[in-house]
């Protein structure tokens, strides 16, 4: 079994490998969930979307609030962050939507190469 780090990916010289990153982003919009998973991957700024229900309490305007919402998980290689913030932002109902990108410091070589080959429209 092959591990990759950061570093790795940086200095691989053979695949070219980007750093990849994970993207959470949540709805509580079936239309707007379903759009997001299709653009995302049609248009190949991401290789993987998985979708979690969840409830989420938070603070707005004063008061505490709670709803069921769909939990996005995107992966995607680091370079392909804006426009994934510009779609989700394009299509998402809330005022302030969650879209928040944590990198993946380390990984599963063969995983993070089929994150890379398919998150890339600027390489096809």
């Known amino acids: 079994m092959s591990v990759i780090t950061e570093s790795d990916i940086h200095k691989s010289d ?18 707007v969930r379903q759009l997001l998973i299709e653009q ?4 190949q700024l ?3 979307v998985q979708v979690l229900p969840i409830s989420s309490y938070y603070q707005w305007h004063g008061e505490i609030n709670q709803d069921k919402e769909s939990l996005l998980i995107i992966k995607m290689v680091k370079t392909q962050y804006k426009a994934v913030e510009h779609l989700i932002l394009s299509v998402n109902t809330y005022q302030v939507p969650q879209v928040v990108m944590l990198p993946i410091e380390t990984g599963y070589a063969e995983y993070l190469q089929w994150i890379n080959k398919h998150a890339q429209p600027d390489v096809l």
């Open 14 to 31: 053979q695949g070219r490998l980007q750093p990849c990153a994970v993207v959470l982003t949540t709805t509580n919009d079936d239309e």
């Open 40 to 43: 995302l991957l049609e248009k």
């Open 46 to 48: 991401a290789a993987c």
